[in-house]
């Protein structure tokens, strides 16, 4: 596909995440490069994901699982529902163009996050990036979060109810955030935390988001499964995370 037919092709498709296709051709990413780029880096940067098995949850236009294996990740299989369903999103048709154009191959299915595990073996990696709040029931989803990860589970949310020290979250019946009928939960931090201990994560590390206009709202978590080694969770304390 030449330059010009593959611009053509993206300014076809509405774009959650940017990503480079080819030098010139960045996808106009609701999440601009600055954002993909803080986010790749929080999440990524502490890992070594050579070799690595990884599954994306809600994987959208594809961005974090094509960045996956540009890491090395020997493994990545991208899922998604909502959004590629979507009759305007149109998300998977986004998802395939990217993978195209970037020659990467990830896996794909089409899975609800609800449906796991899904009869799924588990992946040494599982990404639950911007997921948890749109889940009406999301408690169900992080106990199967367990059974789908064999090291890390890397969690991204918006959070609430921070001056709250109990687990707690703050339910959104209508549009309340981001004038959006599909955002639920407002977590705080403890209560994120004892989902992940209760779902067998026996280390659970929190950071806020790396960019400082969203760091009041939103939090990731890396969340370790017994067989993971020290030497894995050691790099996300040297950076920062607790
Ligand atoms: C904010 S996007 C996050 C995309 C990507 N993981 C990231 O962090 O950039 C939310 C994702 O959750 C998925 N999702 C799953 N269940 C959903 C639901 N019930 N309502 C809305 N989105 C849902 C969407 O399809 C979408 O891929």
Not at 127 to 153: K, N, Q, S, W
Not at 182 to 200: D, E, H, I
Request: hydrophobic residues 45%; aromatic residues 10%.
């Amino acid at each position: 596909m030449d330059d010009e037919t593959l611009r053509a092709a993206v300014a076809g498709h509405h774009w959650f995440h940017s990503i480079a296709l080819r030098p010139g051709i960045v996808t106009p990413g609701v999440k601009t490069p600055d954002i993909m780029a803080a986010e790749e880096e929080a999440l990524f940067g502490p890992l070594a994901l050579g070799g690595l098995s990884v599954l994306d949850i809600g994987a959208w236009n594809g961005g974090f699982s094509l960045a996956a294996l540009r890491r090395g990740a020997a493994r990545v299989l991208a899922t998604d529902s909502f959004t590629w369903d979507h009759p305007w999103f149109r998300g998977r048709a986004a998802f395939d163009l990217a993978c195209a154009a970037t020659g990467l191959v990830p896996e794909a299915r089409r899975l609800d996050p609800t449906e796991l595990p899904a009869g799924l073996e588990p992946f040494d990696v599982t990404l639950f990036l911007g997921v948890f709040y749109h889940l009406r029931d999301p408690i169900p989803v992080v106990a199967a979060l367990g059974e789908v990860t064999r090291l890390l589970c890397l969690l991204e949310t918006h959070e609430d109810a921070a001056e709250h020290e109990r687990p707690a979250m703050v339910f959104y019946p209508g549009r309340e955030l981001a004038d959006d009928p599909t955002s639920w939960w407002g977590p705080n931090p403890p209560l994120v935390r004892a989902l992940l201990a209760q779902a067998g994560f026996d280390r659970v590390l929190r950071r806020p988001h790396p960019l400082p206009d969203v760091a009041p709202s939103r939090g990731m978590y890396a969340a370790f499964r017994p067989d993971a080694p020290v030497a894995m969770v050691q790099p996300f304390r040297d950076a920062g995370w607790s």
